[in-house]
């Protein structure tokens, strides 16, 4: 298709679009005047006996756009007291002081009229004005407030910061509150003496008021959304040049945001870089990280001032400054910095093209991380992060499109429903799909081109599209625009059905969408524009993205013929495009002796780990039995990376969670031959030659073998607890000592005291979920949970760590909790929060003499519950399912698991007896 055509094309979906707009309902504006200025002053802590009262002034410059005369303005508030209403012209001479009685407001919508006594004309300009007071909210939407205790002193300090993502600027201003109604703003803000403010653009000049109240004047905005207007109001200490860049956060955390500095700096030049674009060119010269002790979010975009959670930008030593903390640090300002471009500089027209945003700034989290820090090998973790992740989701009825109509996308809700992993997850599946199919210079140059073209604009994703078509490679057999639109427009995704013919020298490659309930209700017809990249043994090029063919939604099956006879074949390389790939027993079985033999046979991880996703799903599906999974799993014996362990433990508890108390002892001789490479490699103990992934390795495999009581696991944590002189770092921490906690009684009652003495919220936190990892459940419960100080969420999280971390005491626990229940109810004062912890337990139930003891409970007390019964009544419906999944499920695996470790047994009994016939006669006649 040529691009005129594809532009065509495009056209008429936009104008079916618009016509569907037209005919939605009234939550959107009907854009006769479009914002083009703000002057905005708010004015907080004016009155010391309402501090949450805010008082605010705005002025609008507006357009009049179209033809027709306007008789009334329509714009957002929500929440706002307006005490006064005018309209100027382009002179400033007023027109009309308006009647706030004759504002007409529309609660649902969220909109208040402004009814002219005389209309607006069409191509003139005028100011609507208001003065409104508001209130600062404790919700963490709008304008709301935040505290912490300062250290050294004690007291509480108090902030205000905003949040207008996703339609909050309304509940702080009198505005157009759709992303593409761009404007300028001049900001203001009126604060007491002991503060200062921050903002989107430069501090231009202070001036008083009075001897204690000052103004803080802004420099104007360059145009942008609503949603990324941005001030806080704290007594905060910079990090860096205010001017250009700079950290900002509480003065006692000022030495603890250097690492946060120097990656913030190496990002913005690394984006500078892959744009060939200046931040500083985008319209706004100054970028601010502020942190806040209570936000809603990891990060939030606001142009010029992007606000983080304090995670994100200070590392304490000891506390938050391991390689976790760091990586998460990393992949936040990344994907935050990425927005600067994805977002504000050019941002989506409405919030159905959401992920226009996200999708980008999801894969750069990734990508851009993994170019700066390759360390943390991102690049490989994103298919088990991100891929592998949303796949559950995308699998389902309750998935959504990354594209929704417009006319679908109104209400608030439907604009909330929006953002989800699909914007996210599955956006930055497609985008990395896309790099690697057209290259990566022909996508970098359709980014740049598209970022230049719409900078300061609004764009639907036909925009980008009509830029990736422009720079795809012509060589490449494919309809761009069902591409493109198959994995945007429509749900789901295809798994592709791989079989052997004519002795292996001949592969079949069907499509299928793939589900894990086809009774869900979900559409299992849909087909995708599907690409295909392979290599087999008689090639092994691993690294070759670029698509073989691609399988059309029309063409039924793809050939692949070969001279020789294949051993095994490999698609989707590098997990690089979006689909499973299902293999027939004797694909599956040659790539399970590639797998097993040494190196892998080159298989690189992030496909080591698809093959286990891919397996452990078309199980659940009942494509294929958990025994089979199982068996190919042998070959983890020699596994030691931890992007295919990770993808191991993802889907592991699966099965683990459903197996007998009598099932498990044959699954932890299981786990422990599996893991007894990467064990040794690994150990229990922390070393400084530890590399990231090793960290996060270590960190899952102990909590796996503890908790199943594999490998000696626990007693070599307690003997490493006993005589290490060290802490283990932050992010070994918790598992580390829930270890320690569950071998031996004394490491619980010293862990217990750190406990006791710790006064840090977030260690504090850590340490009790680390001491309820104990098999003295009785003593936890009675003396430490029941009459403890801790809150209720947090005395829900030691009961269930206790039987989580133990599966085979869950039954006991259960009868301990259930002999008085009436004892967790009165300590709770709650039968709601009593039903939640009998649900949760619940889920663990595996045995028919946990059912029954569940449904004697259930009879014998519902009526306690009061209308918290309907939850008991659930955790029952859910056990008999359970139990029936795991009859119907994994028969063939317990079996499998018995034969093995029975065979195993078979010899090693039989080598005694050689050994025995080898020593002689006189033994063995005494022993007779």
């Known amino acids: ?375 943390y090998h991102l690049d490989e973790q994103f298919v088990v992060r991100q891929m592998q992740l949303i796949f559950g989701t995308d699998a389902r009825n309750s998935t959504q499109p990354m594209t929704s109509p417009e006319s679908e996308i109104q209400t608030p809700s439907q604009i909330a429903y929006k953002f989800s992993g699909i914007a996210y997850a599955k956006g930055a599946c497609i985008v990395r799909m896309w790099r690697n199919l057209m290259g990566a210079q022909n996508f970098d140059t359709a980014i740049r081109n598209y970022l230049q073209q719409y900078h300061l604009t609004n764009t639907v994703p036909y925009n980008l599209f009509y830029h990736l078509f422009e720079h795809w490679p012509k060589n490449q057999d494919v309809d761009l625009v069902d591409f493109f639109t198959d994995y945007t427009d429509q749900v789901g995704y295809p798994m592709l059905i791989v079989k052997a013919l004519q002795g292996n020298k001949v592969v079949t490659v069907e499509q299928s969408r793939f589900l894990l309930n086809k009774d869900d209700g979900s559409n299992a017809t849909l087909l995708y524009t599907v690409p295909i990249t392979f290599t087999t043994n008689l090639e092994r090029n691993f690294y070759n993205l670029t698509p073989y063919k691609y399988l059309h939604k029309t063409v039924n099956v793809l050939w692949l013929n070969f001279d020789n006879q294949i051993e095994w074949i490999l698609l989707n390389l590098r997990q690089s495009n979006y689909q499973r790939v299902f293999y027939d027993a004797t694909l599956r079985e040659g790539l399970r002796l590639a797998i097993s033999a040494t190196n892998h046979s080159g298989i690189p991880v992030e496909n080591r780990a698809q093959i286990i996703d891919d397996l452990f799903n078309f199980a659940l599906v009942q494509y294929v039995d958990y025994a089979d999974v199982f068996r190919f799993l042998e070959y983890l014996a020699q596994e030691v990376e931890y992007v295919p362990w990770y993808a191991v433990y993802e889907n592991l508890n699966t099965v683990a969670k459903r197996l007998t108390p009598e099932q498990l002892p044959d699954f932890r001789i299981y786990l422990s031959n599996i893991t007894a490479t990467v064990f040794e490699k690994l150990g229990v103990a922390w070393n400084a030659q530890d590399t990231p992934l090793d960290v996060a390795n270590r960190n899952k495999l102990i909590k796996w073998l503890c908790r199943y009581q ?136 595996t045995t028919r003499e946990q059912q029954q003891l569940l449904k004697e409970f259930y009879y014998s007390n519902h009526q306690l519950f009061g209308e918290s019964e309907e939850l008991l009544a659930k955790s029952l419906v859910t056990v008999e399912n359970n139990l029936n999944w795991a009859h119907n499920n994994l028969q063939n695996l317990v079996e499998y698991l018995a034969d093995r470790n029975g065979s195993a047994c078979l010899e090693a009994t039989s080598l005694v007896v050689l050994l025995l016939l080898a020593v002689g006669s006189p033994l063995l006649a005494w022993r007779l």
């Open 710 to 845: 594999v490998s000696n696991c626990r007693p070599k944590v307690n003997v490493q607890f006993v005589t290490s002189e060290e802490v283990p770092s932050p992010d070994y921490r918790e598992t580390f000592y829930c270890a320690a906690s569950s071998a031996d009684y004394n490491a619980y009652t010293m862990v217990w005291g750190q406990y006791k003495l710790e006064n840090r919220t977030s260690e504090k936190n850590m340490l009790w979920s680390a001491i309820s990892c104990t098999r003295q459940y009785e003593t936890h419960y009675h003396k430490m949970i029941i009459s403890g100080p801790e809150s209720i969420e947090q005395k829900k999280i030691a009961i269930a760590r206790m039987y989580e971390e133990n599966p085979d005491l869950v039954q006991p626990i259960f009868e301990m909790i259930t002999e008085n229940i009436v004892l967790l109810a009165y300590d709770f004062q709650s039968w709601a929060d009593t039903a939640e912890v009998i649900n949760d337990m619940a889920e663990y139930f």
């Open 1 to 375: 298709m040529s691009s005129s055509m594809f532009g065509a094309f495009w056209l008429l979906c936009s104008l079916l679009l618009i016509i569907c707009v037209t005919n939605a309902a009234d939550y959107r504006l009907d854009g006769s005047v479009v914002p083009t200025h703000y002057n905005l002053t708010i004015g907080v802590l004016r009155n010391s006996a309402e501090p949450t009262v805010f008082d605010g002034e705005v002025s609008i410059t507006l357009r009049v756009v179209g033809t027709l005369e306007v008789p009334q303005i329509i714009l957002h508030a929500d929440t706002l007291d307006i005490t006064a209403c005018w309209l100027l012209d382009a002179a400033g001479v007023q027109l009309e002081a308006i009647d706030i009685s004759r504002l007409n407001y529309e609660a649902a919508t969220q909109q208040v009229k402004v009814p002219l006594t005389q209309a607006m004309q069409p191509g003139k300009n005028y100011t609507l004005g208001f003065t409104y007071t508001g209130h600062i909210r404790t919700d963490m939407a709008g304008l709301f407030s935040a505290s912490y205790v300062e250290r050294d002193s004690n007291v509480t300090k108090w902030l205000a910061l905003t949040q207008m993502q996703r339609i909050n600027a309304r509940l702080v201003l009198p505005c157009f509150d759709e992303p593409a109604m761009k404007a300028h703003f001049q900001l203001q803000i009126v604060r007491p003496d002991g503060y200062r403010s921050i903002a989107n653009t430069k501090l231009k000049e202070t001036t008083a008021i009075s001897q204690d109240r000052f103004v803080d004047h802004f420099e104007e905005s360059p145009v942008m959304s609503t949603y990324l207007l941005a001030f806080m109001v704290a007594n905060y200490s910079a990090r860096g040049n205010e001017s250009e860049f700079a950290v900002l956060t509480r003065p006692e955390f000022y030495n603890n945001t250097e690492f946060s500095y120097h990656v913030g700096q190496q990002v913005v030049s690394a984006y500078e870089e892959l744009f060939q674009s200046p931040y500083a060119e985008l319209g706004n010269d100054v970028l601010q990280y502020a942190s806040s002790p209570r936000f809603p979010h990891n990060g939030m975009e606001n142009w010029g001032l992007i606000i983080y959670s304090d995670a994100v930008l200070i590392q304490e030593p000891g506390y938050s400054d391991d390689w976790s903390d760091k990586e998460f640090a990393i992949r936040i300002i990344a994907h935050e910095t990425s927005h600067m471009w994805f977002g504000d500089s050019v941002t989506f027209s409405w919030w159905s093209y959401f992920w226009l945003n996200e999708a980008f700034a999801r894969y750069f989290e990734y990508f851009m991380a993994h170019q700066l820090y390759p360390e």
